[in-house]
């Protein structure tokens, strides 16, 4: 009975602490880390959710298949779990494709909602990425990212525009 009760002790203080690392300051664990995206970006539970995650970071883009609307996260692995990084909605993914750099590592995210109907993506000593050119994606490229293109399906490269906090998303060089 005592072995029995010293348990559930330990298991009260491993769960409110487990809380208070999501709650109060922020950490998440992997396998919550969509559910605290939307919770905190208040996104309808209807919308779609498409997700990458790489050993440092995790990008997720929600969408209303019907409206078009969208809000993406990208999360960043810290020492206690993955804390958010950056996020929001912009035009960007509406009509072309949104680079998010993670700074943990080097990566970097890709998002779009595919106006331009990227159909593959390429970068120099990785397998080429198909992607289904009517469909919106989520793209984690491992550093360094270099020479990274997205090719419609003729092709043709798509410009890919790059995110900065706290500015207009402006076109990558």
């Not at 809000?71 to 494709?97: H, N």
């Not at 050119?133 to 360094?144: A, R, W």
Request: include cysteine; charge should be neutral.
């Amino acid at each position: 009975m005592k072995r029995f009760l010293a348990l559930l002790i330990v298991l009260a203080l491993l769960a409110g602490g487990g809380y208070l690392l999501y709650a109060k300051a922020g950490f998440t664990p992997r396998f919550l880390v969509e559910h605290r995206a939307r919770t905190e970006q208040r996104v309808p539970e209807h919308w779609t959710c498409l997700s990458q995650k790489s050993d440092n970071a995790q990008a997720l883009l929600f969408y209303d298949p019907e409206t078009r609307q969208h809000i993406f996260s990208v999360y960043e692995k810290q020492s206690l779990g993955f804390t958010f990084a950056r996020g929001g909605s912009s035009d960007m993914l509406l009509r072309g494709i949104l680079r998010v750099p993670i700074h943990i590592d080097g990566a970097c995210a890709y998002l779009s909602m595919n106006a331009p109907g990227a159909a593959r993506v390429t970068m120099p000593g990785m397998e080429d990425q198909v992607l289904d050119p009517q469909q919106p994606f989520v793209v984690i490229l491992p550093p360094p990212v270099k020479d990274v293109a997205f090719l419609d399906a003729q092709g043709g490269p798509i410009p890919v525009n790059f995110h900065q906090s706290g500015h207009s998303p402006a076109p990558e060089n």
